[in-house]
């Protein structure tokens, strides 16, 4: 008995740990697929050519102040305020998250 109970537990602990990662692996694909999206105005992987600012290696805190203050019309834009209005807020926190892992890429 005590070993069908210890192999149901490495069992759901097994499965526990499956389930999480394929979370994860639909959470990055997710934020993935919303931050294509931004690669129109500030390039693959977040980064920029001339002219338009880099996403990609800025501190997380700061994109997302900055989205947060585009989406609530804080901050002017020509597009970035009805872009913003676009993402929730934990959206936003997610392709903050995103683009600060990322280098910039030319950059060591």
């Given at each position: 008995m005590k070993n069908t109970?210890?192999?149901?537990?490495?069992?759901?602990?097994?499965?526990?740990?499956?389930?999480?990662?394929?979370?994860?692996?639909?959470?990055?694909?997710?934020?993935?697929?919303?931050?294509?999206?931004c690669a129109a105005c500030h390039g693959t992987q977040g980064s920029a050519q001339t002219g338009m600012p880099s996403l990609a290696g800025q501190p997380?805190?700061?994109?997302?102040?900055?989205?947060?203050?585009?989406?609530?019309?804080a901050l002017p834009a020509t597009l970035m305020h009805q872009i913003a209005k676009g993402y929730t807020d934990e959206q936003i926190a997610q392709l903050a998250a995103w683009f600060s892992a990322l280098k910039l890429q030319g950059q060591p």
């Open positions: 109970l210890t192999g149901l537990a490495l069992a759901w602990t097994c499965l526990a740990a499956q389930v999480t990662q394929m979370a994860h692996a639909a959470d990055t694909a997710q934020v993935r697929s919303l931050a294509a999206s997380r805190e700061a994109l997302q102040g900055k989205m947060a203050a585009y989406k609530s019309g």
